[in-house]
């Protein structure tokens, strides 16, 4: 019978996941602070932690360490976050999980703890920030968590400026390559004519204006993290100079026959679809598998509202500032295209109307600060649409799931058509992420 040591200090959150835990055939104890667990795992073999992390006296944080060299660790927590989850799992815990637990969950999490166990070390926690209580957000923060203790290629999607370079330098800081550089390289910013010379380096006399011997952004990054990001606008040309060093990481400068090895890890992100890109021929189907081993997509912010207030009281800190609630509410409701960039940009901006009182609706910029005037009535025919059918059916069992999947399977395909089929395009025209808006197309039918 699997042992499992519960460290709770809420007594009934203890008895609710003993009785939980022994229904389903673990021998559970229960301890309730963290000193009372550390002497228990010393004295006997238990097969699962279940770990609180705010405790009295010593935290769950603190204790996690020594814990999880005697059993692996899941923790517990009423403050989910995308920060707690990608800390405790960067710092070698199995799992996260928010409380209320649900039972479905912590069945499956407890079954996979107690398979055969894994030998990855983990790395040190780092400073890195990622602002968000979303359960979007936090399955983000685990996959970092989880990402930061192997090496292997990440692709980051999202729309501009969902924090993209911030989910890498994330993930570089709690990895084990932490203490080397993170070298990002704009790559949209790059003409085909220098992406060579910037990525792989140069030497003197290489081209007009090569003075003198110059190292590349990938030798710069030895040992640490390349990012490479908007990799979807880099030529064809480039891609296969690209492609040959991420087959044998081996680097030879412009002018030189010399050839260097250099151990990094890769990190690329895009707002395109590569998927399109390489179906239209525009990106390299074996460079697009070599970047995509492990896949992240940022949430656009308009999906993920309810993070909003956490990461303006965030960018206010930095600030040094306050906000009206009636000022917070236009920014929770706005509808964010430039996300979390625009974000910071419009609190910035408000600040310094502000000059150290509070914000207020009025010192928003002007596209927040008032809300959009009410256009004329361009939705008459469909609600007319919408009565009629409700008119017909009137108390009929699921008329109400009938009119939802109706309006929405003629959204979709009418952003569809709108768009000549791009499903990137289709999906911001009704403020969905594209695999959201997939897996409408899929539900209602519809072929790309």
Avoid at 60 to 83: C, D
Avoid at 162 to 177: D, L, M, Y
Wanted: charged residues 25%; hydrophobic residues 45%.
């Amino acid at each position: 019978m699997s042992k499992v040591l519960v460290i709770d200090d809420d007594a009934g959150v203890s008895f609710a996941l003993e009785r939980f835990l022994k229904q389903e055939g673990y021998e559970t104890v229960v301890a309730p602070d963290a000193e009372r667990g550390l002497a228990l795992v010393k004295d006997k073999a238990f097969d699962l932690i279940l770990l609180d992390l705010r405790l009295p006296g010593m935290s769950g944080q603190q204790a996690l360490p020594e814990l999880k060299k005697h059993a692996p660790v899941v923790v517990l927590t009423a403050h989910g976050s995308a920060e707690t989850a990608m800390d405790a799992l960067a710092a070698g815990a199995l799992d996260h999980l928010t409380k209320p637990v649900e039972l479905a969950e912590l069945r499956r999490v407890v079954s996979r703890a107690l398979a055969p166990p894994s030998n990855v070390i983990a790395p040190p926690p780092s400073e890195a920030t990622l602002v968000g209580r979303s359960r979007a957000m936090q399955e983000i923060g685990k996959r970092i968590g989880i990402l930061a203790r192997s090496d292997a290629s990440v692709l980051l999607l999202g729309e501009s400026g969902t924090g993209k370079e911030h989910v890498a330098r994330a993930i570089h800081e709690r990895s084990a390559r932490a203490k080397a550089p993170f070298v990002p390289v704009a790559c949209a910013a790059l003409p085909d004519t220098l992406l060579e010379a910037e990525l792989f380096g140069s030497t003197k006399g290489a081209f007009t204006g090569a003075v003198k011997d110059r190292p590349g952004k990938i030798e710069a990054a030895k040992g640490g993290t390349l990012f490479l990001d908007e990799i979807g606008e880099v030529s064809l040309a480039g891609q296969v100079k690209l492609l040959r060093f991420l087959e044998d990481r081996i680097v030879e400068r412009l002018g030189e026959d010399a050839r260097r090895s250099v151990d990094l890890r890769v990190i690329a992100a895009t707002n395109a679809d590569l998927e399109t890109r390489v179906r239209e021929g525009r990106f390299r189907e074996d460079l697009y598998y070599r970047l995509n081993v492990v896949t992240i997509e940022l949430p656009p912010l308009r999906e993920r509202r309810e993070d909003i207030p956490l990461l303006v009281e965030h960018l206010l800190a930095r600030e040094k500032a306050a906000i009206l609630p009636e000022a917070l509410e236009r920014l929770v409701a706005a509808s964010w295209p430039g996300n979390v960039r625009e974000l910071r940009n419009a609190i910035e901006h408000a600040a310094a109307l502000a000059r150290g009182g509070p914000i207020g609706p009025e010192h928003l910029p002007e596209t927040i600060a008032r809300p959009a005037p009410a256009g004329p009535h361009a939705y008459d025919a469909l609600f007319a649409a919408v009565a009629k059918l409700v008119a017909a059916q009137a108390g009929e069992a699921g008329l109400h799931e009938t009119l939802v999947r109706m309006l929405e399977r003629a959204a979709v395909q009418k952003a569809l058509e709108l768009t000549a089929g791009n499903q990137v395009a289709a999906a911001k025209l009704l403020d969905m992420n594209r695999s959201t808006f997939r897996k409408r197309m899929e539900e209602h039918g519809l072929k790309p």
